[in-house]
């Protein structure tokens, strides 16, 4: 069974706040990731990482920041807070994390963030 | 720049009609190509995967077809249901600059099914 956790579901922050979504998989895939998407568009890469201390830039600019200290976690940090980053954010992890990857990506629930 | 287009935007079906799901990419050089489901307010679950060297899989109702050279999919559901109303997604796997595998996704079908 593929677990793939994301908190909190649904947050809503006043601009200028510092805020951390978290997502962790209890399955020990190498490969995570970070989705952003906004209603009736497309998912787009912002952030992912092919194991522990290993972080890159996915093909949209993002103002957040991630690290992943632990093969489990991998949480995206919003220095501060403004209403442009207001979007769902879906986290995701495969166990592949070499050339040719052939695995499936699991999907965590996502965070709603509305920034006020 | 990998481009996902898929049509048509949106599907409404009675129940039992089988249906094709359409999905296009830009440049044939990928790895995979998946195809996911969405509900409302939810995540993503894969649905099928097929590689580049093949030609189809199939899950249960499902079949998705793959033409690397023309850069096109579908997705065949067969005997539709109302439980299948979601969005439909459809996502290529293709080399980043180190070679690694990621995804470029299409904005997806929504497909209705009603009883």
């Known amino acids: 069974e593929a677990d793939i956790y994301q908190t909190p579901r649904y947050l809503v922050i006043g601009t200028g706040k510092k805020i951390t979504l978290e997502c962790s998989q209890t399955?020990?895939?190498?490969?995570m990731y970070w989705y952003q998407q906004d209603p009736g568009m497309e998912l787009h890469l912002i952030h992912y990482?092919?194991?522990?201390?290993?972080?890159e830039k996915g093909d949209l600019s993002s103002e957040s920041t991630v690290s992943r200290i632990r093969t489990e976690h991998f949480p995206l940090t919003l220095e501060s807070a403004r209403p442009s980053h207001t979007s769902q954010y879906l986290c995701?992890?495969?166990?592949?994390?070499?050339?040719?990857?052939?695995?499936?990506?699991?999907f965590g629930p996502g965070t709603r963030l509305t920034v006020l | 720049k990998q481009e996902v287009t898929q049509i048509p935007a949106a599907l409404s079906v009675p129940e039992g009609e089988n249906l094709v799901l359409n999905c296009s990419f830009t440049?044939?050089?990928?790895?995979?190509l998946q195809w996911f489901r969405q509900d409302p307010g939810k995540g993503l679950t894969s649905l099928l995967l097929?590689?580049?060297?093949?030609r189809e899989q199939t899950s249960g109702r499902l079949n998705a077809s793959l033409d690397k050279s023309s850069g096109r999919s579908t997705l065949y559901i067969a005997a539709s249901q109302p439980g299948d109303s979601a969005t439909y997604l459809c996502?290529?796997?293709?080399?980043?600059?180190?070679?690694?595998?990621?995804?470029?996704f299409g904005k997806g079908t929504m497909l209705l099914v009603s009883p």
């Open positions: 995701a992890s495969s166990e592949e994390g070499g050339y040719f990857s052939t695995d499936t990506q699991y």
């Open positions: 990482s092919y194991g522990v201390n290993s972080t």
């Open positions: 097929i590689q580049s060297s093949q």
């Open positions: 996502a290529v796997g293709a080399p980043d600059s180190s070679g690694y595998s990621t995804l470029t």
């Open positions: 440049d044939s050089a990928i790895y995979n």
């Open positions: 399955m020990g895939h190498d490969k």
